[in-house]
T-cell receptor, first 113, second 110 residues
């Protein structure tokens, strides 16, 4: 009964490096999304997807790319990491775009030096 | 200006000391208001959805209520295991993307 699985749990990058945060769900959810959470801030939406092959930007998309080739997976790519991207990243999914209930992963803590 | 404002930012209670957390919102066309619980080092976990003013939902020691401008999360006789950050989010019809508040950090001392 995995739910939403995020890897890695912790990551340290140097400025300019690239990496991919992985997110997978086993609930056959159509909607998937990425949030970042910073101290004193609410969860802010980065990108979201309403189904395989469809993605859109959220509130803070700059510096991040996503793709959705399967229903299960929704990776988040940092093309050239910057210190401002130091944050905790959460992947979330729900049955559909209009669904009231989001299921969250356990998060990835990213530090960019 | 934040669309969703939670207060207080932090709250310390003694075990058994009941209190309320507040979530006020300024959006129009509210479709739903959600409460989540977040434990340290974990992702948020869904608690309740409220759809219309006057609605109430309960789960164990928690009760959520909704008016036209705000929601309250009442905690009755809290226990240390209720310690967590409680997040509020609103969903507006047409967008459906929830907007989260900054959360209230609750610590319940034994």
């Amino acid at each position: 009964n995995a739910g939403v699985t995020q890897t890695p749990k912790f990551q340290v990058l140097k400025t300019g490096q690239s990496m991919t945060l992985q997110c997978a769900q086993d609930m056959n959810h159509e909607y998937m999304s990425w949030y970042r959470q910073d101290p004193g801030m609410g969860l802010r939406l980065i990108h979201y997807s309403v189904g395989a092959g469809i993605t859109d930007q959220g509130e803070v998309p700059n510096g991040y790319n996503v793709s959705r080739s399967t229903t299960e997976d929704f990776p988040l790519r940092l093309l050239s990491a910057a210190p401002s991207q130091t944050s905790v990243y959460f992947c979330a999914s729900s049955v559909g775009f209009r669904s009231e209930k989001l299921f969250f992963g356990s998060g990835t803590q990213l530090s960019v030096l | 200006e934040d669309q969703v404002t939670q207060s207080p930012e932090a709250l310390r209670l003694q075990e058994g000391e009941s209190s309320s957390l507040n979530c006020s919102y300024t959006v129009s066309g509210l479709r739903g208001l959600f409460w989540y619980r977040q434990d340290p080092g974990k992702g948020p976990e869904f608690l309740f959805t409220l759809y219309s003013a006057g609605e109430e939902k309960e789960k164990e020691r928690l009760k959520a209520t909704l008016t036209k401008k705000e929601s309250f999360l009442h905690i009755t006789a809290p226990k240390p295991e209720d310690s967590a950050t409680y997040l509020c989010a609103v969903q507006v019809g047409g967008s459906y993307i929830p907007t989260f508040g900054r959360g209230t950090s609750l610590i319940v001392h034994p």
